[in-house]
Every structure is written in structure tokens, then in C-alpha cells.
């Protein structure tokens, strides 16, 4: 029955003329009812209040009957949104600044209009909202560490709060997490005293082990009495080179071993 009244109310439209009170008036323009809808387009068409059966129209050339037809027209391109920065305050209690962005798409003309007022903003609300919550469950250090981990975060929660709109979130980035200028300053100088810290580390490292070798090297030599004469020797031809006026060596004991053994 609804069929058969819409298929009269289009004859009845497609009159060239249409008798009102005695009057003579003029139908409708075919070229007011005919709309080209384009590749990335779709065209939601409802009549008489109810959606007309088919779905979403496009891309081509769609027929609208003039006061009967009303149509809302939907763009299925990738729509980028700067997230505005928001301060977050942190698992840990920081306040940090952080700005994303937001690429998504309308996957479902239908459900886009059928379902929520106004998709594209719902959407970007929702958006401001998850980076928010997200980023409150995190403490300072897994936001700057773990910023591709919180991205996709983001993008899972906002890709499942959007589904029943006919929203398809594409991708989520983290741009900027700012820091107050107080505690930067106290990171930078925590960073130069773990630099030190760890400079110092290595050093002591490096004069145990060259005190390791020193004390190897002196038991090899306290084993063999020859090797500390060729010491010594190496010693002295390394004093004569320096061209000294006055040359002070202590000559050690265990020298004179072999006279004194012989004087006895």
C-alpha cells in the first residue's frame, strides 16, 4: 500500500502543472529533483519520514521528490583531526600538555545518520575524551616511553565507542607531550648527575682493573728475581735518556743478595 501511494504522488509530481484552489500552478522542475552525487559521496534519502528502501545512495545520479524527499548527503573521505592540547594530569601527579591526531571515516552512511546527531563531531568529542582517560592511567615515564603503545590504545577505545555511529577510526598519533618548564629543568639536571654517575662508574672500573694488572705484573716479578733486574735496567736507560744532571735510584736490597751471601 505505502508503494502504490508513493508511485501516484510521483505521477502526480511529474505534472506539468498541478490545479490548487483555483490556480494555476507550476510543477516542480525535473531539474530541481535531480542531484549528482560523486565518487566519495553517498546520499541519505528519506520519505515521508521513513529511509527509502536500498540504503545510502551513489555515487551518480539520484531522483528527489520535491516536499516529500529529505536527504542528508555524506562525505566517506578521511576526515584529520588536530586534537586541541589538553593538561593531563599523570598516574604520578604531573601535569603534562599533550596534543594528538585523529584520522577516521564514515564506514556507514545509514548508521552515521540514523544513530547519532551529528557524527563528525561526536566523534571529536569522544576523541578529546579517551586521549584523556588514557593518558590519566599512565605515570610520566610510560607516556614518553611508551607513546606508540598509547596511540594504538587511543585508537582501539575510540574505534569501539564510533562502531555503532558508522565511524571507522583510521589511526591515532601522539604529537607533542610538553612538560612545565620546572620539571624539564629537573630531568636535565637528573640526567647530568646519572651521566656523572655512571662516568665516575667506569673509572673506578678502569683503575681496579689496571690495579689488577699491577698486581699480577708484580707477583710474575716477585717469582723471578732476573726479571726485576731487566726492570731496573729498562728503568735506568729510561732516566739517562731524560739528559738529568743529577740522577737519585734507589737501588733495592735483593741486588746485593749474592754478595752478601758470598761474605758469609
Not at 504522488?9 to 510543477?27: C, I, N, Q, T, V
Not at 586534537?83 to 604531573?94: N, R
Not at 743478595?257 to 761474605?263: C, E, L, Q
Amino acid at each position: 500500500m505505502y508503494r502504490l501511494i508513493m508511485r501516484r504522488l510521483e505521477r502526480f509530481l511529474d505534472m506539468r502543472y498541478k490545479h490548487s484552489h483555483g490556480y494555476l500552478l507550476p510543477a516542480p522542475s525535473h531539474f530541481q529533483c535531480v542531484f549528482v552525487i560523486k565518487e566519495y559521496e553517498r546520499v541519505v534519502i528519506f520519505r515521508i519520514g521513513r529511509l527509502v528502501f536500498g540504503g545510502a545512495r551513489g555515487p551518480g545520479m539520484i531522483f528527489i521528490i520535491p516536499c516529500i524527499d529529505t536527504y542528508r548527503k555524506i562525505d566517506l573521505r578521511v576526515v584529520s583531526y588536530a586534537v586541541p592540547p589538553q593538561e593531563i594530569l599523570s598516574k604520578d601527579s604531573v601535569t603534562v600538555s599533550v596534543d594528538a591526531v585523529v584520522y577516521f571515516r564514515t564506514s556507514d552512511p545509514i548508521a552515521s545518520v540514523n544513530n547519532v546527531d551529528d557524527a563528525i563531531y561526536s566523534t571529536k568529542l569522544l576523541a578529546q575524551t579517551t586521549l584523556r582517560n588514557a593518558l590519566g592511567m599512565k605515570t610520566l615515564t610510560e607516556m614518553l616511553t611508551e607513546r606508540e603503545a598509547i596511540a594504538q590504545l587511543c585508537e582501539t577505545i575510540l574505534d569501539e565507542g564510533t562502531e555503532h555511529w558508522g565511524v571507522k577510526v583510521e589511526r591515532v598519533e601522539v604529537k607533542d607531550i610538553r612538560l612545565p618548564q620546572q620539571l624539564t629543568r629537573a630531568m636535565a639536571a637528573e640526567a647530568e648527575a646519572a651521566r656523572e654517575a655512571r662516568a665516575k662508574v667506569v673509572a673506578a672500573e678502569g683503575e681496579q682493573k689496571a690495579s689488577r694488572a699491577l698486581k699480577e705484573a708484580a707477583d710474575v716479578i716477585q717469582a723471578n728475581p732476573v726479571a726485576l733486574q731487566l726492570r731496573h735496567l729498562q728503568a735506568l736507560n729510561s732516566i739517562a735518556a731524560e739528559h738529568n744532571s743529577t740522577i737519585v735510584f734507589p737501588v733495592p736490597v735483593e741486588m746485593f743478595g749474592a754478595f752478601m751471601k758470598k761474605d758469609q
